[in-house]
């Protein structure tokens, strides 16, 4: 391999994060080399997997209409569980019928989708290197100079590296951008995708042909600890996961395979996967630290996006659509700091400006005191649905008892198992952690 800058930029990782940079700054005439440690784009990559659209449109415009759709959301649904019942809560929507602008969400596989994201990139001019690991950076005299991978030509230089390479990111590390993670700031996940036909997708979600649903579902499924289970509609499959934070999964020592087994027979949740077949298994981390974890975005020659960054919005099942829109904003960069032949920190922090002043900093800016929350408090996660299910169920039996006194045992029982002063400072804590 070449040691001259052939390049004006390397990046590694062909995820939404890598491709939508790639992509951004193959359009502009710049060149870059996309390095990817799988045979194929996609190949190794896990993901519930709901996308949106608006922000796949503004790094692929008009071609967004050719990517692998499964399904269009048009019911989301949240249920909080005990071991036998759930409230459920949700939104559906009527999707708009205008064929230039993209559905809001929409599932996906994601090796069909990364494959074809990456085609897009390639088409644009960018050189996609699948099956080489990247290794190391190379730094000199401070800064990001290059990759070291795996093959056998070697070293690779740029003025600038987009590291892409997704959770738990130790070439974040090896660049100085950031200190080792701790337990409790990753996910981990795991997910099958289940082979189910269409029609009886259709008939147990009460959707029309092409069109989608998600559930997640918290409480009792994940037996105290902090995390969900999901359940999403694929056009002739679901993909069915769940997860939880590594430090609380080494504390219960419940291996996420049992916590998914558990899952899988909810009596809920069981019905809906009947007959189903599997296909995958799947395992992967989620970066779970929020904003307070997040690394150094940028450096002299070097740009972080997307999962190796710790852009993930849990609370709304977001992180596709943060790393594509960071890769984005981090190839518009590279177009600036190409036009002023600086790739020095001093212009690529307009990286960090632009995620400032857009959704992906300012929601997890939001949501800041979360991770922490989740960390130290996952039992809110399972009293709460438990209290709100069983006054629910109450006020619904139909048994000669008046409303009122309904209400009045209601009270009692919730404050014999949380008295008043915790219920105000659950409250109180959970508003903090949402506003
Ligand atoms: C189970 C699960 C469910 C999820 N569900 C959703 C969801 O429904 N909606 C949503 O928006 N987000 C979801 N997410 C999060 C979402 O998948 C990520 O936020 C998103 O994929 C981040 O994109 P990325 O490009 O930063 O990283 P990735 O998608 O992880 O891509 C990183 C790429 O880098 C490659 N790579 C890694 N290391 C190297 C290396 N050293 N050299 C070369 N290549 C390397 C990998 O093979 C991979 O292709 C989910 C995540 C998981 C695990």
Request: zero cysteines.
């Amino acid at each position: 391999m070449a040691s001259g800058d052939e390049f004006d930029a390397i990046v590694v990782g062909a995820g939404p994060g890598g491709i939508a940079a790639a992509l951004t700054m193959a359009r502009a005439g710049l060149s870059v080399v996309i390095f990817e440690r799988a045979e194929r784009p996609g190949q190794k990559n896990v993901m519930g997997g709901v996308m949106y659209g608006r922000m796949l449109a503004d790094v692929a415009s008009e071609t967004w209409r050719d990517a692998p759709i499964e399904r269009v959301v048009v019911d989301e649904r949240v249920w909080l569980t005990t071991p036998d019942a759930a409230v459920t809560l949700g939104h559906k929507h009527v999707p708009h019928e205008d064929p230039s602008e993209p559905p809001n969400a929409f599932t996906v596989l994601r090796v069909p989708f990364d494959a074809w994201f990456a085609s897009q990139a390639e088409a644009a001019g960018a050189l996609i290197v699948p099956g080489t690991l990247v290794e190391d950076v190379i730094m000199e005299q401070g800064r990001v100079a290059g990759v070291r991978t795996g093959r056998a030509d070697g070293d690779l230089r740029a003025p600038l590296v987009v590291i892409a390479d997704g959770a738990n990111s130790f070439l974040v590390q090896r660049a100085g951008l950031s200190r080792p993670l701790e337990p409790q700031e990753m996910a981990l996940v795991v997910k099958e995708i289940i082979a189910l036909s269409p029609e009886a997708i259709e008939d147990r979600f009460n959707l029309e042909p092409g069109r989608g649903a998600t559930i997640e579902v918290y409480g009792a499924v994940t037996r105290g600890m902090a995390g969900y289970g999901f359940v999403y509609t694929n056009t002739a499959s679901l993909s069915v996961g769940i997860g939880a934070l590594i430090s609380h999964l080494m504390r219960t020592r419940i291996t996420p395979w049992d916590l998914l087994e558990g899952f899988k027979t909810h009596p809920l949740i069981a019905p809906l996967l009947r007959g189903g077949e599997v296909r995958e298994y799947l395992a992967h981390a989620i970066p779970e630290g929020g904003i307070r974890a997040m690394p150094r975005l940028y450096g002299d020659g070097v740009l972080v996006v997307g999962d190796a960054a710790m852009m993930v919005n849990n609370l709304h099942r977001e992180g596709s659509n943060l790393a594509m829109a960071a890769g984005r904003m981090a190839g518009e960069t590279a177009i600036l700091a190409k036009r002023a032949g600086d790739w020095s920190a001093r212009t690529l922090s307009t990286y960090r400006d632009l995620l400032e002043a857009s959704f992906v900093l300012q929601d997890l800016r939001k949501y800041e005191r979360l991770p922490e929350i989740a960390e130290r408090r996952p039992e809110l996660l399972s009293v709460y649905p438990a209290i709100l299910s069983e006054a629910v169920h109450e006020m619904l039996r139909v048994d000669g008892v008046s409303k009122r006194e309904k209400q009045r045992k209601i009270l009692r029982r919730v404050l014999a198992q949380r008295p008043w002063w915790q219920l105000v400072k659950d409250a109180i804590e959970g508003w903090r952690a949402m506003r």
